[in-house]
């Protein structure tokens, strides 16, 4: 199937720097990331950034992403491990909270909202929280004896997909029963058809594990059923 991605450009053309630039006056060097709706913003912002003392920094993904600057769910590696913070321009805290929250990123996150312009940083109180949510998911697997590997036939899941007979055989191992659920779309309501399923293993997007409450069962990772830890 031939597919063809369009970018949506949020229609503004400027970003209002003044709360953000008061937030990060405790920092030298900036990570500058973002969606893609808000890139074409990102070099106006880097410059106003400059002009205002800062050394911007705008990396460039390595993993899904193609923009310079740009996030994703599964991809944040353009956040610069070099810089004293990052700054993200977006709405919501979808991504600042996974980036945040990951061992690897281990920098001060700040959030403008790009069409206000106001700006809030991740508190230490929700990163805490988001991260306690993730280890009850895997407590729970842990547990369960019936499990359920979630296998969705969208493009660009390869990666996750290419590891189902590992983690079916690796949890069997483990004295797990084990079945292999194949679909397009993964819906949480229709996985409740399966009730003696007491845990799932998702191998679509890793951050729908985020949405652990949907699933009404604990559901990890493909990397997480996988870890010996």
Request: charged share 25%.
């Amino acid at each position: 199937m031939k597919l063809l991605f369009i970018n949506a450009k949020a229609k503004l053309n400027d970003i209002d720097l003044a709360e953000a630039i008061k937030a990060i006056k405790n920092y030298k060097t900036i990570s500058l990331i973002s969606t893609v709706q808000f890139l074409h913003l990102l070099d106006k912002t880097k410059a106003k950034l400059e002009a205002a003392g800062y050394k911007v920094l705008i990396g460039m993904p390595k993993v899904h992403a193609i923009n310079k600057g740009q996030v994703l769910g599964c991809d944040v590696s353009a956040i610069a491990e070099k810089a004293d913070c990052v700054l993200y321009i977006g709405t919501g805290k979808f991504h600042p909270l996974g980036i945040a929250a990951s061992s690897a990123a281990n920098l001060p996150m700040f959030c403008v909202e790009p069409f206000s312009g106001s700006v809030e940083r991740v508190s230490a109180q929700e990163i805490r929280k988001f991260q306690l949510k993730q280890q009850a998911r895997i407590v729970g697997f842990k547990a369960a004896k019936k499990v359920g590997i979630l296998v969705t036939l969208k493009p660009g899941q390869h990666e996750m997909q290419g590891h189902v007979e590992r983690i079916k055989e690796k949890l069997e191992k483990e004295g797990k029963q084990v079945f292999v659920f194949i679909g397009d779309t993964i819906n949480p309501s229709e996985l409740e058809n399966f009730p003696q399923i007491e845990a799932w293993v998702n191998t679509a997007c890793p951050r729908m594990v985020d949405d652990q409450e949907l699933y009404k069962k604990p559901i990890v990772n493909a990397s997480e059923a996988l870890s010996d830890s």
